[in-house]
């Protein structure tokens, strides 16, 4: 069986992300496989995985930054805010200049109150979202509060009476890039979806470490569990009696910052430690030993 660790995908388009952990777990020969966050099956890009117990640290990544390259068509809405969707209204665009559509961008970016598209996989009354919408009915999502890092404006190209912009974005997790599309064209008065998306990074993880299922299939290629903690998180090597106490659980007389991957002194990741109220001591978040 495949060590412990994560493999990161370059997803193609068309897959969901189901369809890509059902591959790798037969790469991996074992069942004990998930991801870190769903990708869309129009979106392309990274897509991390955990293998065996490095599963666990999935939870401790979905709340990471993430980075997207996107295309928004201005003058067309959606009832899914993207191209899969059906179109609602139509608007020219041919009075918008670059400027204001520059504008209307970068009035995205910061602290914001998103509202989540409605066929996102978020729970109302138990159901998901995009389960409700699909069978008709009325979905409405309160808004969440998201952070927009970043958001660059690549190029803006007219064609015909609606207008493409390529742009990329940084972001908080749970933040979405068809929202932001969607209520762009809202500002913009002409309506706006999403027509490609491509996910450029999930945390520390970028596409230039990432790899597709073809060439997975023809060599594995799994980071370990010790070399994926010290990327994604503040890292503290132990000394042989700290990482016994560890092994068994118990809080460290450590002033840690904040979440960290503590380590044996052979290098071995052995767990997820926080700060607790006193600061000069830290408690266990998750043990990956045994």
């Keep these: 069986m495949t060590e412990p660790g994560l493999v990161?995908?370059?997803?193609?388009?068309g897959m969901t992300s189901h369809d890509v952990v059902a591959r790798v777990r037969r790469l991996a020969g074992t069942r004990k496989v998930g991801?870190?966050?769903t990708l869309d099956p129009m979106a392309t890009g990274v897509l991390v995985l955990g293998v065996d117990r490095a599963t666990r640290l999935l939870g401790h990544l979905m709340l990471t930054e993430k980075a997207y390259d996107a295309t928004v068509r201005l003058g067309q809405s959606t009832n899914t805010d993207d191209a899969e969707g059906e179109t609602l209204a139509?608007?020219?665009?041919?009075?918008?200049?670059?400027?204001?559509?520059?504008?209307?961008?970068?009035?995205?970016?910061?602290?914001?109150?998103?509202?989540p598209t409605t066929?996102?996989?978020?729970?109302?009354?138990?159901?998901?979202?995009?389960?409700?919408?699909?069978?008709?009915?009325?979905?409405?999502?309160?808004a969440r509060p998201v952070t927009i890092h970043e958001l660059a404006v690549h190029a803006i190209r007219r064609e015909g009476a609606?207008?493409?912009?390529?742009?990329?974005?940084?972001?908080?997790?749970?933040?979405?890039v068809r929202?932001?599309?969607?209520?762009?064209?809202?500002?913009?008065?002409?309506?706006?979806?999403?027509?490609a998306l491509r996910r450029t990074a999930v945390g520390p993880y970028g596409v230039d470490m990432a790899h597709t299922l073809e060439e997975l299939g023809e060599e594995f290629a799994v980071l370990p569990i010790a070399d994926a903690a010290r990327a994604?998180?503040?890292?503290?090597?132990?000394?042989?009696?700290?990482?016994?106490?560890?092994?068994?659980g118990r809080r460290l007389a450590l002033g840690l910052a904040g979440l960290t991957a503590v380590f044996a002194p052979d290098g071995a990741f052995l767990?997820?430690?926080?700060?607790?109220?006193?600061?000069?001591?830290?408690?266990?978040?998750?043990?990956?030993?045994?």
């Design 90 to 115: 139509t608007a020219s665009t041919d009075h918008l200049d670059g400027e204001a559509i520059r504008a209307a961008f970068a009035g995205q970016v910061g602290d914001i109150e998103q509202v």
């Design 8 to 13: 990161v995908v370059d997803k193609a388009g």
């Design 162 to 176: 609606v207008t493409d912009v390529d742009i990329s974005v940084r972001c908080s997790s749970g933040t979405y």
């Design 271 to 290: 767990a997820l430690y926080e700060p607790t109220a006193d600061a000069s001591v830290a408690r266990p978040v998750a043990v990956f030993t045994g």
């Design 35 to 37: 991801h870190a966050g």
């Design 232 to 248: 994604a998180f503040a890292s503290y090597d132990l000394d042989e009696e700290q990482a016994r106490d560890v092994r068994v």
């Design 179 to 195: 929202a932001i599309a969607r209520d762009v064209g809202a500002t913009l008065g002409v309506g706006g979806h999403l027509t």
């Design 119 to 142: 066929v996102s996989a978020i729970k109302v009354d138990g159901k998901r979202a995009y389960a409700l919408a699909r069978a008709g009915e009325s979905v409405e999502l309160a």
